[in-house]
């Protein structure tokens, strides 16, 4: 049996090794699983080493390779039912699992954490963190991840105003649209998930 924090180490080295060929450092594994202590990183590696999961070479730091093995579980806490956010619902237990790998884990995405209310009418609020899917275009409506000028990055829904411009538009009535000839905006990625931690 994996943790969690050993389950989410071991799913970003098979995503990293698909992606890029080879393995990632311990820094790249902390900072994708939310650590920072390279000690507790190199204690969940030797974990999935110990497990059977990888093997290592020694002396190499990017000489990690998978070992085939099974389907590794996903992580997954129980849905038990739906609530209401407008008028009362009976409350249902179904017993089923959310599978928090599908939504929030992929060689595609990526997080990043809200800083700001511009998006606060969407519900995107100061803190909060976005799930990211990496893709160079967007439709309109799309909230997303956009460059301008290749420098400065925002979060905001997307609208293509004409051939040669297009809008960045904020989720917040006290702000103005922004509008740029389209040359000068990128886009990095479209939002797909998003969450809050309440602790």
Known sequence: MLTTQEHNTLQFIRNYLAQYGYAPKFKEI???????????????????????????????????????????????????????????????????ELNLSEMFMGPELFALRVSGDSMMDAGILDNDYVIIRKQPVAHDGDIVVAMIDKVEATLKRFKRKSASEVALIPENADMETMVYPAERVNIHGVLVGQMRNYR
Do not use: C, F, W
């Open 30 to 96: 902390g900072l994708a699983i939310g650590v920072t202590s390279q000690g507790t990183v190199h204690r969940y590696v030797q974990s999935l080493e110990d497990k059977g999961y990888i093997d290592r070479m020694k002396g190499n730091s990017r000489g990690m390779s998978l070992v085939e093995l099974p389907l590794v579980s996903a992580p997954t806490i129980p849905l038990v039912g739906k609530i209401a956010a407008g008028l009362p619902i009976e409350a249902i237990e179904d017993q089923q």
